[in-house]
């Protein structure tokens, strides 16, 4: 009777079949220590913040995305560059800015005290205001735009990077300075920049420098002072192109001496202004007299009540 052909077959499969056994757990082993690195590498992953393919239904397809993702990292690191420096010049834009807008102020504000230095501020020889500069940030400031356009245009954007070789100790400070102020007062402007002092000179004294205006003088001083500069400030406000004669309020004027009485209403009057004095006591200063008086629960005026005390001069013609 002649062999079966499976005898024939299943003989050398049955003499290797020990080595295959040994190869196939060799190799389920392989799976199952790759399985655990993957397992390990995955965790490294979403400890190092790679967490967007986590939610994945099955871990192969994490692992699919994940290289995936990776395929592209030239294209998004050359992204994130663009915008890197796209930020940056933006920042330096807002730096010059701030610059800018403290030199334009700086200069306001010399125009401003060549309008006040010529009036008589009451035994004062000296009155002005000027700006004192934030030294510290506006070195901070500037150290970053002289950097910024020292490097490269393709280099710009590293002066805010925390790896960049331009992050030496000095620009950190300057830029940690800046983030500082800025968190601080949750954004950063002109007036971060300086603090106002105020000049003070007494007739034969020393210039001295106050923060503060109600402690660089007396009373009376630091309320006259108080009004020109208000004065000057409407003034400089004024539309230009437009003569408007306005009127301006001022409650316990008799607190001013007669001297100084007269100087603010010659100053109010230089400047556009008419000057309403509200006194409980006679003032000689006065042109009119206005009573108010009352009726039905209203403070009422009449220009047919006005009292001419000293008619104002007219003009030569």
Known sequence: ???????????????????NLSTYHKDCQTLINLDEQIKTRLAELHAGGLTKFQHSHQPEQE??????????????AQALERKARDAVINVTVCLRQLRDGLL????KMKEFNNLISRRQISDLSKFKIEPQEET???????????????????????????????????????????????????FLRVEHLFRLTFIVAKIDGQPDSFEDIDSAASNGTVLMAKLVTGLALLHLMQDKRHQVRAVCYLDEASALD??????????????????????????ITARYCVPISRAHGYNQISQKSWQILSPKEEAAT
């Open 136 to 186: 510290a940030l506006v070195e901070a400031i500037n150290l970053l735009i002289s950097t910024a356009e020292k490097v490269n245009t393709g280099d710009t954007f590293e002066l805010f990077n925390q790896h960049s070789v331009l992050d030496d100790e000095t620009l950190n400070r300057a830029k940690n300075l800046l983030l500082g102020e800025g968190k601080a007062h949750d």
């Open 1 to 19: 009777m002649p062999h079966q052909p499976w005898l024939s077959i299943t003989e050398p499969v049955l003499e290797d079949l020990a080595d």
């Open 104 to 107: 334009t102020f700086k200069s």
């Open 63 to 76: 692992v699919s995305k994940i290289i995936e993702f990776a395929a592209h990292l030239p294209q998004e």
């Open 258 to 283: 007669v001297r100084n009485q007269k100087i603010l209403i010659d100053t109010a009057d230089e400047f556009g202004f008419a000057l309403i004095f509200a006194s409980p006591t006679p003032l």
